[in-house]
DNA sequence: CTCGATCGTGAGAGCGCTCTCACACCCACG
DNA sequence: CGTGGGTGTGAGAGCGCTCTCACGATCGAG
């Protein structure tokens, strides 16, 4: 069944010997067929059915030195990213965008804490063309790394400087999300406000508050309770858990990701507030989870799969040869309004 | 680590140069390094420090013909791979998995429905060294086509004739998984059973719903109250609307996926019908999903991670040179009682 | 000592492909 | 009829690496 002699493949000399024509041409007429008259285009065609030849990659890599294929590069542990239901929507968008290509997807998930430096050094061992970077935490020091490798790229969420750190990324427009959450939740009657932000060393936690924030200080209301989670719903669960021990009185909730607005909404429940009644809920994302909660989540959509494919479209404008564009493209967000507030 | 200049990489030639000894010396230090002396073995090591030595993986694909990196091979569509909590864990496990080796994964998603035909191209063409392949539908065609390779490969679930079609898998104790959410149903006081199934196309769906079956048979029940879902939200929505029309006075559900579980939470509570009181619901798969429902879902547990290392492990068993075992690794499952059931 | 075995080493032959270059051929133009 | 400029083609030189093979040095056994 599974033979132990791996087939033997047909090379480029083959399909050049069955077309009657010189390695050359062969090649010529698989890559685009310039200068290729029609009758040896037609053998080659021919010989290349006839064999089931594919070109050899490493062969073609080794003097191209193109790899045809592009790394997204998780920071993260593989158990934070694939639980993150917002990163796994880049991804689909991202596989979405590459199937129109010869583009091979690696991914490249950091295995422990710290591991940038081994994926780096894959990276500027030219096994691929380009890389895409998400969910980066902390200082900028990653970008400001891959800008050194001299190899093309694309961020998802901005750096935390974007002046002195000039690199190609999109994101969404976090600040505007705050605001509506804030916006709403104030449009509604609510007026002890309060907020299970993210990490404050990701910048689209920060932006999310920042939004917030302002809005609430632009309608007159304090802005001071705040607590901070990790995007996880362990993590929500004891942010939202301690807002509720600091700020009992509390009417509405912006909770900056679905995974912890979801666990916010469980704490909650536990804690015996109705929801929307005595607390409103807004969250972030608009994911699959949004739908299956207990009511329904409120939250601000941002598009995930668009995400990724506005990534790897910046990606191919510079595979194409275009300098990267510093700087940002700032997707749109939207408020959904379902049952939670 | 200074320039930004076009990098040229160092190579091989190179490091020799540098170290004082021959291309063929430093090969054979950089891998494992048999017969070298000592010296040679530091000398090199030093200059490969000292450039930043990595080897040009196409280079050395071309001649060893392994290209260390390993195929995972989804037959759906980005969408539905991404949206599948379990699918996304089965992932997870991958990657840890191969983080401790050299290879790397690259991910080979269907474009469209029917797209295997490319993905076996890709795969025949030696571009990788084996295959993952998860999710598989329908017939056992590509469990087929994958034997006919001659490249090593597990699956993710049971062929659905494991007798006739040899093929190494690992899944999960499906039988087992319906069996035990129906004696919880029925140890619980249920008598009004019924089942969301999965795709009757699915070797899981077909396992979970006879495991169920049975149960109910030994139990004196009938098992005729089956609707099929596609194991996503909509699907679920759908299959359990169907299911309440069609069987009014259940009181006790399994569902065959967490998803559906949730979207089946959904319309009861829609339909006024109270979980657990006037319906107990039982769910499968056990990922975030179960918990951030409400009630939380009482579901059978799968091995999520464990499915994705098992199957990497096997895989990593026939790229060291053992035969393909042929045949399953079946995974234990588990009941995990929250409120719902 | 002599002899064969063992060890460390380097020279060199490719792996399958692309790409430059030279060349033969054809056509229009003066 | 030359001449110049296309156009299609093939020969051949590598890309960076591994691996076989031959060779001198070393060493223990006889």
Redesign the pocket.
């Known amino acids: 069944m599974t033979s132990g002699e791996p087939t ?9 010997r069955v077309a ?12 685009g067929g ?4 029609p ?3 037609a053998a080659v065609d021919r010989a290349v059915a006839q064999l089931g ?4 990659r ?3 890599s ?4 193109r790899t045809d294929s592009v790394a997204l590069l998780v920071p993260e542990t593989g158990a934070r990213f694939v639980s993150d239901p917002f990163l796994t929507g880049v991804l689909q968008g991202v596989t979405t965008a590459l199937a129109g290509t010869e583009l091979q997807l690696v991914l490249l998930v950091a295995q422990h804490a710290g591991d940038t430096a081994r994926q780096l050094r894959y990276l500027r061992s030219g096994h691929v063309d380009g890389a895409l970077v998400t969910s980066h935490h902390g200082n900028d020091e990653l970008a400001l790394e891959m800008s050194r490798l001299g190899l093309p790229f694309v961020f998802g969420g901005r750096p935390f400087d974007p002046d002195s750190v000039a690199v190609p990324y999109v994101d969404a427009d976090n600040v505007n999300g705050g605001r509506l959450a804030a916006e709403h939740l104030i449009g509604t009657g609510r007026r002890r406000l309060a907020t299970v932000a993210g990490p404050a060393d990701m910048s689209a936690a920060v932006d999310r508050l920042d939004g917030w924030r302002r809005a609430l200080e632009e309608a007159g209301l304090h802005a001071d309770a705040v607590e901070h989670g990790d995007f996880t719903i362990d993590g929500g669960t004891a942010a939202m858990e301690r807002l509720l021990r600091h700020h009992p009185d509390v009417d509405g909730v912006f909770v900056a990701s679905d995974p912890m607005a979801s666990a916010a909404l469980q704490v909650l429940r536990n804690f015996g507030r109705r929801v929307p009644d005595d607390v409103a809920v807004v969250g972030f994302d608009d994911t699959m989870l949004a739908t299956t909660t207990t009511p329904p989540l409120t939250t601000v959509r941002q598009p995930a799969e668009e995400h990724g494919e506005r990534m790897v479209e910046m990606l191919l404008e510079q595979l194409a040869g275009s300098p990267p564009r510093l700087g940002g493209e700032i997707l749109p967000v939207e408020l959904i309004v379902r049952e939670s507030a």
């Open positions: 033997h493949l047909p090379t480029l000399e083959e399909v050049a009657g024509v010189s390695r050359a041409t062969v090649s010529r007429a698989i890559n310039s200068r290729v008259s009758q040896a285009q030849y594919t070109p050899n490493a062969a073609r080794l003097v191209t030195r």
